[in-house]
C-alpha cells in the first residue's frame, strides 16, 4: 500500500511510519497541520514546527497545512490539506499514529472515507508499555515537550524518556492512573533520532514555559540535523 503519513514528530506517529515500513508500505509523504490552537482536541503541537527538518532526516517529502483550531472547523482544513497532498503525491491510504483517541480517530475515518481513502493505524489499542517498551529498545530518542498532569512538572521537559523514565511513569499510573504513553495528554513528545532517521535532530537553543506547577511547555527556539557520526 501507499500511505500519506499523517505526521506530528511525536513518538505515536513516528513509530507508526517506522512499523509501516518495516511491513513493506511505500510512505510517499508527510501531512502536518500547524494550528493556531495551543489547545487544539484534534492536533498535536509543542515543537510541530521541527517535522520540516524530521522529514528531511527521514528523506521524505512534507505537506504542510494550517488552521485556526478552532474544533470541528479545524477538520475542513485538514481535509483540504489532504486533497492538497493527494493532488502532488501518490497514495490509497492514510497512516496514522493513533493509540486510542476515538475522538480523533473517527474524524479522521470520516475524512478519508469522503475522499475514498483507507486508514491504517498500527497502534491502534496497543498496550501502552508494550509501545514504550517497543519504542526504546528500537533505539528511539524521544523527549518531553510538554507536560500536563499530576505528578509531572518542569523537570521532565527536554529529558529523554528511558527505561528509568518509563518505570517513573509506571508507578504514577499505579498511583494516580496516569496513561503511561500520555494519551490523556499527560505529556507529548519529540523525536529527535530513530533508525530511519538519516541525521539526528539537535536542539541547541531552547526555554521552558511554567503554567503551573504540573502544566509546563518546552519552546525549541533553536534546532538542527547533524551527522550521526558527530557525538
Request: aromatic letters at 8%; charged letters at 25%; a positive charge.
Amino acid at each position: 500500500m501507499k500511505y500519506a503519513a499523517l505526521f506530528t514528530g511525536g513518538k505515536d506517529s513516528v513509530y507508526a511510519l517506522y512499523l509501516a515500513k518495516q511491513q513493506g508500505h511505500e510512505i510517499t509523504c508527510l501531512i502536518t497541520i500547524l494550528s493556531e490552537n495551543l489547545y487544539s482536541h484534534m492536533f498535536h503541537t509543542p515543537a510541530i514546527e521541527l517535522t520540516s527538518l524530521q522529514a528531511e532526516a527521514l528523506g521524505l517529502p512534507v505537506v504542510l497545512g494550517k488552521t485556526h483550531g478552532e474544533k470541528e472547523k479545524e477538520l475542513a482544513d485538514l481535509e483540504q490539506t489532504i486533497k492538497q497532498a493527494q493532488k502532488k503525491y501518490s497514495f490509497t491510504g492514510l497512516l496514522t499514529g493513533a493509540l486510542f483517541s476515538e475522538y480523533q480517530s473517527s474524524r479522521i475515518n470520516k475524512i478519508a472515507t469522503k475522499l475514498g481513502l483507507t486508514v491504517y493505524s498500527p497502534l491502534w489499542h496497543k498496550p501502552q508499555e508494550e509501545h514504550l517498551r517497543e519504542l526504546i529498545t528500537a533505539g528511539f530518542k524521544i523527549i518531553f515537550t510538554a507536560v500536563a498532569a499530576e505528578g509531572l512538572d518542569s523537570s521532565w521537559l527536554n529529558k529523554e524518556i528511558t527505561f528509568k523514565e518509563l518505570e517513573k511513569l509506571i508507578q504514577l499510573q499505579k498511583k494516580i492512573g496516569l496513561h503511561i504513553a500520555g494519551e490523556g495528554g499527560e505529556f507529548e513528545s519529540l523525536v529527535l533520532d530513530c533508525p530511519l532517521f538519516k541525521k539526528k535532530l539537535v536542539i541547541e537553543d531552547s526555554e521552558t514555559v511554567i503554567e503551573n506547577k504540573n502544566t509546563a511547555r518546552l519552546i525549541i527556539k533553536k534546532a538542527r540535523l547533524y551527522s550521526k557520526n558527530n557525538k
